[in-house]
């Protein structure tokens, strides 16, 4: 079945303990991306990759990193969490630039 | 002002009504997405558009690219189209810039 495997799909933390949540795709996708939602201020862009090894800062990324080592997995990794980051994260991917994208089931984060 | 606006914020119909929500943009796009989210808050892409119309279903989307506006229509609404519905544009590579959402509630 063709999706978008996030982990873990909830997490409870303490400020500054680093996390990492994975991200994987079987669609062979060129593109990912990550994202998170928040009350009142919708989905927005953290990182996204348009291939291994090349990515790119969206619109939030202070305070997140990413890696793209292979083709299939794009985690996002938190080096030291704040209760700002707080959030519902979405990973995501497309076969190309600007098309369709398929999101994985999001992760609830809560940073104490 | 946000680049993209939706409208309206909330939306409540019977069944069966006819739904239609708005999506204006301010900015340069290459292509428009409607995403459904669902109660549980898992999203899937409905529609990518760059113009006129598509149609899957009861679910229609169309674009105006001169007035900078996309629509989607919901025909023979029913309950379990409840669901927030975001509109987002796509500007340049992989750049997604997303709307506040729309919740739709339908009764049954």
């Known amino acids: 079945e063709a999706q978008v495997t996030q982990n873990p799909r909830y997490l409870i933390t303490v400020t500054g303990k680093k996390l990492t949540v994975t991200c994987s795709q079987n669609m062979n996708h060129e593109y990912m991306s990550w994202y998170r939602q928040d009350p009142g201020l919708g989905l927005r862009q953290i990182y996204y990759s348009m291939n291994v090894e090349v990515t790119d800062k969206g619109d939030v990324p202070e305070g997140y990193k990413v890696s793209r080592k292979e083709k299939r997995n794009f985690p996002l990794i938190l080096e030291s969490p704040s209760p700002n980051q707080t959030s519902l994260y979405f990973c995501a991917s497309s076969l190309e630039s600007g098309r369709t994208q398929y999101f994985g089931p999001g992760t609830r984060l809560l940073v104490l | 002002k946000n680049e993209v606006e939706q409208s309206p914020q909330n939306l409540t119909a019977q069944e069966g009504e006819f739904i239609t929500i708005n999506c204006s943009y301010s900015?340069?796009?290459?292509?428009l997405h409607w995403l459904q989210q669902h109660p549980g808050g898992g999203i899937v892409s409905l529609f990518m558009?760059?113009?006129g119309k598509k149609k899957h279903g009861r679910l229609i989307a169309t674009i105006n690219i001169q007035e900078k506006h996309s629509s989607l229509h919901i025909t023979a609404s029913h309950p379990r189209d409840s669901a927030v519905y975001i509109c987002?544009?796509?500007?340049?590579?992989?750049?997604?810039?997303f709307g506040q959402g729309t919740r739709l509630t339908i009764n049954p």
């Open positions: 987002a544009v796509s500007r340049g590579a992989q750049k997604l810039v």
């Open positions: 900015v340069g796009i290459s292509a």
């Open positions: 558009l760059s113009s």
